[in-house]
């Protein structure tokens, strides 16, 4: 996970992976905002059956826009949904994976 600038988002949000399609990795941004306390960020990925396949955080995080990467090389072709939950805030996105 990489803290990006130190500006402090005025919400919560999930970005739209970039790039969708991807192959075999794609970034993941996502802003928790100013006035949130320290709260357990979890983001996590889903194939379509609903399996989780991979755990991107899982840790506690200040106010911050952060963002990750997915290397999906060891993974196929193929539909996964990845699911921020922080605090009370939960969203859940598509992206697609080609290869």
């Not at 970039?18 to 192959?23: E, K, L, T, V, W």
């Amino acid at each position: 996970v990489r803290q990006l600038g130190t500006e402090l988002p005025a919400g919560f949000s999930l970005s739209q992976n970039y790039p969708n399609p991807f192959n075999p990795e794609t970034k993941i941004k996502f802003d928790i905002p100013q006035g949130s306390s320290v709260a357990q960020t979890f983001l996590a990925v889903y194939d379509i059956l609903g399996k989780q396949v991979a755990i991107l955080v899982n840790q506690n995080l200040q106010p911050g826009a952060y963002e990750v990467n997915w290397n999906a090389s060891d993974f196929p072709s193929g539909v996964y949904f990845y699911t921020l939950k922080t605090g009370d805030y939960i969203q859940t996105r598509k992206m697609v994976l080609i290869k």
